[in-house]
T-cell receptor
Framework: GNSVTQMEGPVTLSEEAFLTINCTYTATGYPSLFWYVQYPGEGLQLLLKATKADDKGSNKGFEATYRKETTSFHLEKGSVQVSDSAVYFCALSYNQFYFGTGTSLTVIP | DSGVTQTPKHLITATGQRVTLRCSPRSGDLSVYWYQQSLDQGLQFLIQYYNGEERAKGNILERFSAQQFPDLHSELNLSSLELGDSALYFC??????????????FGNGTRLTVT
């Protein structure tokens, strides 16, 4: 079947640190991959997406590369800010949407 | 602003009661999805409608039902409420033009508290 596995949280980083949130997937076909972000008290917002192997999605300094060989879509940011504190969800779309369990990130000044 | 509107934002009710949550999708989107988010169970897919017809069903309890109307807005009905139904309920819509490439667009949710 189709599923998404995200690294367990919570993750706490100092401002300007490097961020990686791991995401791997299992799919019966060739899915599209997404990262969503949820700020406190809000709904999920699309952060970035990639629709085929080797595509790189990027937005607001965040990047993720669709790696078919390792079935991964890890989220990275070179220098996090306090305002990046949120919950991050990895997701795939293949006929239906499948979400990971979310990773909570807290960035401290 | 995602363009998806959910009402009400907050709802407090007692066990055994029935409530209705409402969702207006983005203009032009035919698909509506409902999700439940609780602290211990993450984001759970409940049900999807496409242009008025049920398209897919997830972990939706028999006490819950939904429908999508001709104007494409959707309602989620929760009945015989239990304390464990307290959660955030999200609606999302999706344009179908891009197939699997099309993202979901989420509303800000309805926070349901059952006392």
């Amino acid at each position: 079947g189709n599923s998404v596995t995200q690294m367990e949280g919570p993750v706490t980083l100092s401002e300007e640190a490097f961020l990686t949130i791991n995401c791997t997937y299992t799919a019966t076909g060739y899915p599209s991959l997404f990262w969503y972000v949820q700020y406190p008290g809000e709904g999920l917002q699309l952060l970035l997406k990639a629709t085929k192997a080797d595509d790189k999605g990027s937005n607001k300094g965040f990047e993720a590369t669709y790696r078919k060989e390792t079935t991964s879509f890890h989220l990275e940011k070179g220098s996090v800010q306090v305002s990046d504190s949120a919950v991050y969800f990895c997701a795939l779309s293949y006929n239906q949407f499948y979400f990971g369990t979310g990773t909570s990130l807290t960035v401290i000044p | 602003d995602s363009g998806v509107t959910q009402t009400p934002k907050h709802l407090i009710t007692a066990t055994g009661q029935r409530v209705t949550l409402r969702c207006s999708p983005r203009s032009g989107d035919l698909s509506v999805y409902w999700y439940q988010q609780s602290l211990d169970q993450g984001l759970q897919f409940l049900i999807q409608y496409y242009n008025g017809e049920e398209r897919a069903k997830g972990n939706i309890l028999e006490r819950f039902s939904a429908q999508q109307f001709p104007d494409l807005h959707s309602e989620l009905n929760l009945s015989s409420l239990e304390l464990g139904d307290s959660a955030l309920y999200f609606c999302a819509s999706r344009g179908e033009g891009g197939g699997d490439n099309s993202p979901l667009h989420f509303g800000n949710g309805t926070r349901l508290t059952v006392t």
